[in-house]
């Protein structure tokens, strides 16, 4: 008896897994698909500065999705790792470090957003620096 509910626990805890990992997976693409390109230009920051300010609630949404997927990432690493701990511990454990440094990066991006909007919502610091100096012309 004590089998069949730790077989079933670890099936629920496995289907919850796949199910935040898929998020994981999806979410960051469904981002910049739907938000994430209606705001940026290549190669032509100016467009892109005024495409945040004019759409500030957008660019909102976007930093609020980076964040929500940091926060996936971790879970989602966490369930994983207690999930494959019984397969191989080192392994698990690697891999939830790998997964941990993704959410990190992932976070820093988020918090990136929230500075850009402060630059290009600011006046005193938006009129520190002309757009024309921030343009990058690659090669």
Known sequence: MKNQI?????KNTARFAGILFLFSVTFPVINRVFVLSKLTVMGDVAAT??????NLLLF???ILNELILSMSIVVTSVVLYILL??????L???ALLLRMM???????FGLAGFIA????TDKQYSSSLPLE???FIPG
Request: charged share 15%; net charge positive.
């Open 6 to 10: 730790s077989d079933s626990s670890k």
């Open 117 to 120: 909007l402060q630059l290009s």
């Open 102 to 108: 993704e959410a990190v990066v992932t976070s820093v």
């Open 133 to 135: 100096n921030l343009q």
């Open 49 to 54: 500065t005024n495409n945040v300010t004019n």
């Open 92 to 94: 698990a454990l690697f």
């Open 60 to 62: 909102r949404i976007s």
């Open 85 to 90: 701990k019984q397969v191989n511990k080192n």
